[in-house]
């Protein structure tokens, strides 16, 4: 209850007129325009990527100026707002920019595309282990190359994961030619560390019935006994002449290592 009433000649507070939000604006525009704002270092405690040029009077980010030429972050801005510095921190180009330079800068081991690739390289030598262990197992049973694709498709039907690439005779020849080559590398070295060497040749046929001639080797390499299959010759003929078609005079043969013995 107002007491106004009982005192001549008081008047009641003029109230005061609210101000449209237009008038608002207006008003809260000339105050930024007369408004010295100033870069708080502050905000680098919590933004890394903020970073002042105090030559030019502007802010920067130096995750987008590194990895882009365009916009106000990465030219300079000027506009000292947290509200402004907010706005490029949650936008999704800013997002993209640090993600890629974390990568960029993460070791190799560590980044997503490396362990990506080993996860895939797992997998790929994985399905070439077993396409080669069915080939070696295919070639030592004197099996044909043909028989490489339905070896494939049973290891498939077994629950073995080879892939759709490298299931046919031509790859099975490439796996067994790199094979042997690999297991010639490993004996020739064994050979070449050999102090003695006991060589036996054999004459044989194969499983097309061709003349093959067979060098073994058997030698003691640090006391371990090393044996094993050196060289497979295809012959046209069973004699000697196979081996060689022409006469070998000795000056032609390669000088005799001194430790042999007539």
Not at 36 to 49: D, H
Not at 58 to 81: D, I, Y
Not at 98 to 127: C, E, H, T, Y
């Amino acid at each position: 209850m107002s007491l106004l009433g009982w005192v001549p000649g008081a008047k009641p507070k003029a109230q005061p007129v609210k101000k449209t939000s237009e008038e608002k604006r207006q008003i809260q525009k000339v105050y930024e325009t007369k408004r010295q704002r100033k870069f708080q270092t502050a905000w680098q405690e919590t933004l890394s990527w903020l970073v002042y040029d105090d030559e030019k009077n502007t802010m920067f980010c130096k995750v987008c100026r590194e990895l882009e030429t365009a916009g106000t972050f990465c030219t300079g801005n000027s506009n000292f707002k947290i509200d402004t510095i907010r706005i490029h921190d949650t936008a999704d180009a800013h997002k993209f920019n640090v993600a890629k330079f974390n990568a960029k800068s993460m070791p190799v081991a560590q980044s997503i595309a490396s362990k990506s690739l080993v996860l895939l390289d797992k997998s790929r030598v994985g399905k070439l282990c077993t396409l080669f262990r069915t080939a070696h197992g295919m070639a030592k049973s004197g099996r044909p190359y043909t028989d490489f694709v339905w070896l494939c498709s049973l290891n498939e039907a077994n629950g073995l994961d080879i892939g759709k690439t490298y299931r046919n005779d031509k790859a099975a020849q490439k796996f067994v030619t790199t094979i042997a080559d690999t297991q010639q590398d490993i004996q020739k070295e064994i050979v070449d560390k050999a102090n003695f060497i006991s060589i036996i040749s054999d004459g044989s046929t194969d499983t097309a019935s061709r003349e093959t001639e067979i060098i073994y080797l058997r030698t003691s390499l640090k006391c371990q006994e090393a044996k094993g299959q050196q060289h497979v010759m295809v012959l046209h003929g069973g004699s000697v002449w196979s081996v060689f078609p022409e006469p070998v005079s000795p000056r032609e043969l390669p000088p005799r290592p001194s430790w042999i013995v007539r």
